[in-house]
Structure formats: C-alpha cells, structure tokens
C-alpha cells in the first residue's frame, strides 16, 4: 500500500515493519480529539484564506461524518496506516476524495498529536478530580459517622495513642485534598495548545494560531514551536500525580487488607468488594483492595517508563515519543476505576465499633495518659516517664493494665493522684480530651470534618 508520506520513497516496508512502527492498535483512543483538533485547523485554514469556503465546508463535511461514525464504532483502522492521524487522513479521503489532502496544510503529526494529547488529558484530569472528590466525600461521610469509635493508634504498627477512627479516615481525607489540588493545578499546563507549531518551526502559511486553541478551548498557546512538539511535561506531571494518588490508596488498602484480618476484625468489607477462594469454602478475600495496591505498582512503573524514554531526547520531535501514549491511557484507566471501587467499598464497609474499642481496653496505650497526668500534678514530664515506664513493666511482667493498679499503690508513687486518673485511662477520654488543634479529641475531628463539608460543597 502507498503510504502518505511515500514521495520520497522507492522500496516497500516489510509488514513486520509496518508492525513495529505503528502505534494505530493504542492510539485509536485519541481519534475523537483527532477528529476535534483537524476540525479547528481546517476552519482556521478557510477562515484565514489558506485553503477555499467550499474546500473547508468540504473537509468539513466529510470530519464530521467521520465523528458520527466514529460515535457508531463504525471506523476500523488498520496498521498500514501507521497512526490515528493517517487513518483518519485516509478514511477522510474515502469520504471526500482528493479535496482531503489539503487538511494537511501547515500543520505536521508532530503538533497534531500533541495536541490530541493534550485534549485527552484535559479531560481525564476532569475525570479523576470528579472521582477524587466524591472519594472524599465518602470519607468524610464515614469519618462523621466514626467521630467516637475509638481504635488503637499505631506507630512502627504498635499500639501507641487510642485515637477516634473518624480522624483515621480523615487523614486519608486529606491526602486525597492534596492529590485532588495537584490535579487541579496541573490543568493550567495541560490547557496549552501546541497546534500551529507545524513540525517544529512553524509555518509560512498565515495560520491562526489563536483561532484553534479557542475552537479547542484551550486557555492558552505554546510561545515556542520546538517546546510546543517536544514538551511531554504535562503527562509526566500527569502521572507523577497518579503515582501519589496511587500511593496513597494503596496505603488505605493495606490498613483495610489488615482491619478485615481474623487477628483485627475491625472491619467487614461488603460482598461486592470481596471474593471467595475455588478451595477454601470458609475464605473472604478483600480482592480489590489487594488489587489496587497491587495497581500501584504499573502506575509507578508508566512514571518511570516514560521519565526513561524521555531523558536524554534531543528537539524536537522524535519517534521515542510514541512510547508516551500507553503508560497515559493505562495510568488513567487505572487511577479512574480505583477510585470509583474504593468509594464503593468504604461507602459499604462496616465498621464492628465494639472490637475497635476493644482493642484499646486491654492494652497500655494509655501511659502517655498517666504520665500527662502526673505531669498535670507538677512532675517534669521526663519523670513522670520514668516513673510510668516502671509501671508499665510491672503490668507486662503481672499481665495486668495500669487502670487496674490500685489507688493505693497510685498514691505510693505520689500522693497527688487522685481517682479521677481512672478517667483519665479510660481510652475514650483519652481521645475526647486531646483537644489540641488538628488533635483526635472529638470536638477537634468534629470542626475537621465541618471545614471539610465546607470545603466540598
Ligand atoms: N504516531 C506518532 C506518535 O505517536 C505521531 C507523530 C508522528 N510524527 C512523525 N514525524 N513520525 O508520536
């Protein structure tokens, strides 16, 4: 088959070459902003008088039925082709004859697809903060409904402070804030139009810049041809953001993976979101949640992909930058579908409030709260340490808990004790009294999630 580039050439390409090359069995995904970026260039052509009315009207006529077609599933594309842009090119030819040759005025693949790029993104981005916003809004949903379920608090997984779960789930609330904000604020790099930039130098046709990114809706327009076909930034920042995204559900999953453990109970995930074993009749497994962790790692590894491929590539244009496109559609089909499944499986987990709790009762996460105590009553705090780190020894060695040393020995140790210290090691005191800003005390998780309700209305 004659290629549309073929002038030059006198020898055929090899099928498994054809094969190698081309990049139409991924990039199909990009036919409908194809489409849309030659329809703004062939309207600028015909406004600025590069090309006739009746050819714009023409090439008009003939993209537009591509578009309905393409709504229908009724394009195929093959490989001869190359790419998105000479499939269309070429079905654009069968619809309209010869006429078609003349969309290809000023304008090169080399701006054509960065600019399909750049309208798939921006709608992807669209896409994933929608979805990252209703995540939060579950959460926040959950958190309020948890303000005084009170779980152990972990550092180095130990059990540490007793803290409200509302406030557990809040913090993932805010690292979803941030990812959600990331995402917004790489739109304005993304809104940029390289359309016009030709292959590399622009043109010495009178073409309309401004014209096509307004059609487009772009804000704004690459100041520099090579930048405007060279720059990949906007993907890579794209999936440097999925990346963290990534990570920081992952981090949930694992927490949810482990609170539906036989050991923690914490949690129940509903049926929907689990999956049984083919040889263990009694097994329910939290698959999706595995599965996303599990995700995280290809979106990591697209980052890296193409942070590879693109270091070390000189301007401007280069066929490297076919590699760009699979790690963007995968990372955005990823990142999309993992979060629509953890808003499922929060919104429809249940929380078993009484194990929590319990898990905090017979424990020694509540010294800090004896030594605070003792620090109340006028004890530097480093003594007040000493003093309860001796206790909690004594309970390890007794297998007793500090609530059940009794008043008298309490009194031994320093006169100023009093009985409310019972209170004061009780874990859901413990939590409601951390009225520190930003703490776990429930008047504090409580103005938490009303800022946050403010926040996604
Ligand atoms: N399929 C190519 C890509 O995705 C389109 C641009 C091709 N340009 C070129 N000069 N070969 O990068």
Not at 53 to 68: F, N, P, R, V, Y
Not at 285 to 300: C, F, H, Q, S, W
Request: net charge negative; with cysteine; hydrophobic share 40%.
């Amino acid at each position: 088959m004659k290629k549309l580039w073929g002038g030059r050439f006198t020898g055929e390409n090899k099928d498994w070459i054809d094969t190698f090359g081309a990049s139409i069995s991924f990039d199909y995904q990009l036919a409908k902003q194809d489409i849309l970026g030659s329809l703004a260039h062939v309207k600028m052509l015909g406004a600025c008088g590069i090309i006739t009315k009746d050819e714009m009207q023409q090439i008009q006529t003939g993209l537009k039925s591509l578009q309905e077609k393409l709504a229908n599933n009724e394009l195929t594309f093959t490989t001869q082709n190359e790419d998105i842009h000479l499939n269309i090119e070429s079905l654009l030819t069968e619809e309209i004859g010869p006429v078609a040759g003349k969309l290809h005025t000023a304008r090169s693949r080399n701006d054509q697809v960065a600019t399909d790029m750049h309208l798939y993104l921006k709608e992807t981005v669209t896409n994933v903060i929608e979805k990252i916003h209703q995540l939060r809004r579950v959460l926040v949903d959950k958190a309020e409904e948890n303000i005084e379920t009170i779980m152990p608090g972990y550092t180095h997984m130990q059990h540490a402070q007793p803290i409200s779960f509302g406030h557990h789930l809040m913090a993932y609330y805010q690292m979803l804030t941030r990812d959600q904000e990331r995402m917004q604020e790489s739109v304005s790099r993304i809104d940029v139009s390289p359309l016009g930039a030709a292959a590399l130098a622009g043109t010495t046709f009178p073409i309309d810049r401004q014209m096509t990114a307004d059609e487009l809706g772009f804000s704004d327009i690459y100041d520099n041809s090579l930048d405007a076909v060279s720059d990949r930034d906007f993907i890579l920042e794209f999936l440097s953001n999925a990346s963290l995204l990534m990570m920081h559900l992952s981090r949930f999953c694992e927490e949810m993976i482990l609170w539906c453990s036989y050991e923690f109970q914490f949690v129940e995930l509903a049926d929907t979101f689990s999956t049984g074993s083919s040889i263990m009749p009694q097994k329910k497994n939290p698959d999706m949640a595995e599965l996303i962790r599990g995700k995280t790692g290809r979106v990591y590894g697209n980052l890296f992909q193409l942070l590879t491929v693109m270091k070390s590539l000189p301007l401007a244009y280069n066929k490297d930058f076919q590699e760009d496109k699979e790690g963007m559609f995968d990372t955005s089909e990823t990142i999309i579908a993992s979060l629509e499944i953890m808003s499922g499986m929060i919104e429809t987990m249940k929380v078993n409030q009484a194990t929590m709790q319990q898990a905090t009762e017979k424990d020694l996460s509540n010294a800090t709260e004896l030594a605070d105590y003792l620090a109340n009553k006028g004890l530097p705090f480093r003594q007040a340490h000493e003093i309860v780190g001796k206790l909690v020894l004594e309970c390890i060695q007794q297998g007793t808990y500090l609530q059940d040393i009794p008043l008298e020995k309490y009194q031994q140790i320093s006169p100023s004790i009093e009985a409310d210290v019972y209170d004061k090691l009780n874990s859901h005191s413990a939590v409601k009294n951390r009225h520190s800003l930003g703490g776990t005390g429930f008047d504090q998780v409580k103005s938490q999630i009303e800022k946050a309700k403010a926040e996604l209305s």
